[in-house]
Nanobody
Framework: QVQLVESGGGLVQAGGSLRLSCAAS????????VGWFRQAPGKEREFVVA????????YYGASVKGRFTISRDNAKNTVYLQMNSLKPEDTAVYHC???????????????????WGQGTQVTVSS
């Protein structure tokens, strides 16, 4: 099994930036596609973005392309989410998730993954 721990959340003003980290333990993260999701109060969990095992392919959800960037450092067993131009509607708990399926994109699109982290709160003030 792989354990995922998110960090880097916090309170930021609209227009600001944050970088989230998803650190893995238990197994090497290089064998997993990894992605970020978010869940705002009273809303369903939303897929944000995912990255392939090697980092060569990214897959974005509809809401953040152009403002958020995912990257990974397999040597550090960590995946990052750089969030720029933040808006109040980006406020949510952000979770990372991991999956080993070869056909990984539908699993992220459909929120069906093998492993999840506990999440980190991001709050954007207006």
């Amino acid at each position: 099994q792989v354990q995922l721990v998110e960090s880097g959340g916090g309170l930021v003003q609209a227009g600001g930036s944050l970088r989230l980290s998803c650190a893995a333990s238990g197994r090497t993260l290089s064998t997993y596609a990894v992605g970020w999701f978010r869940q705002a109060p009273g809303k369903e969990r939303e897929f944000v973005v995912a990255i392939s095992r090697s980092g060569s392919t990214t897959y974005y959800g509809a809401s953040v392309k152009g403002r958020f960037t995912i990257s990974r450092d397999n040597a550090k067993n960590t995946v990052y989410l750089q969030m720029n131009s933040l808006k109040p509607e980006d406020t949510a708990v952000y979770h990372c998730g991991a999956d080993q399926a070869a056909n990984w994109q539908p699993r992220f699109r459909d929120n069906v993954l093998d492993y999840w982290g506990q999440g980190t709160q991001v709050t954007v003030s207006s």
